[in-house]
């Protein structure tokens, strides 16, 4: 029985159809960042698509509005610290990469859950475009999909992770279970 419930999810997600659509998230980072009246805006690539599929077995995931997700998280996670701009700021928040994925089962082999994860590669640059901090990383989301409607939450929770580590080591924030190590 118990072989049965860890194939659950992956099983669900697979025998239900070939494409998980994800949409429109709204992540709201846990931060706890002291407020400052320097500026800071949100650049991000080309390569962050707004629409992409990502494949994960014989089936794939669909993201929609991706870029506009990732602005409500940066929004959500700087707006009490920062004035937050869209123009010419004294430091810029870059995304060059952040793609999604889904991750079935854990360290200790539980498949009856899905994790998201987020690959991803940001700058901090000044207001005369010098590069201050480099970091690349791979976020796991803390929260757990442990059905195909959860599945849009466990990413939302990874793009949380991602803005937290960028905030840990960006701007040395406080946050639970990150160490500040971005590289210069």
């Avoid at 997600?13 to 998980?20: A, N, Y």
């Avoid at 409607?149 to 406080?174: C, H, K, R």
Wanted: hydrophobic share 40%.
């Amino acid at each position: 029985m118990a072989t049965i419930a860890r194939l659950l999810l992956p099983l669900v997600v697979l025998c239900t159809g070939c494409t998980l659509t994800v949409a429109q998230l709204n992540p709201s980072p846990n931060l706890d960042l002291a407020p400052t009246a320097q500026s800071l805006s949100l650049a991000m690539e080309e390569a962050v698509r707004d629409s992409l599929v990502v494949p994960f077995g014989p089936a794939r995931m669909e993201v929609n509005d991706w870029r506009h997700s990732l602005e409500r998280g940066f929004t959500n996670a700087f707006k009490s610290s920062y004035a937050l701009g869209t123009g010419p700021t004294e430091l810029t928040l870059q995304l060059l990469e952040v793609n999604p994925d889904l991750v079935f089962g854990s360290a200790g082999g539980d498949y009856s859950k899905a994790t998201g994860q987020i690959r991803y590669k940001a700058r901090l640059v000044d207001a005369r475009g010098h590069i201050v901090k480099r970091l690349t990383g791979t976020a796991i989301g803390h929260k757990d999909a442990l059905s195909r409607d959860s599945i849009p939450l466990a990413l939302q929770s990874a793009v949380e992770t991602m803005y937290e580590e960028i905030a840990a080591n960006f701007f040395g924030a406080s946050v639970s279970g990150v160490t500040p190590s971005a590289t210069n």
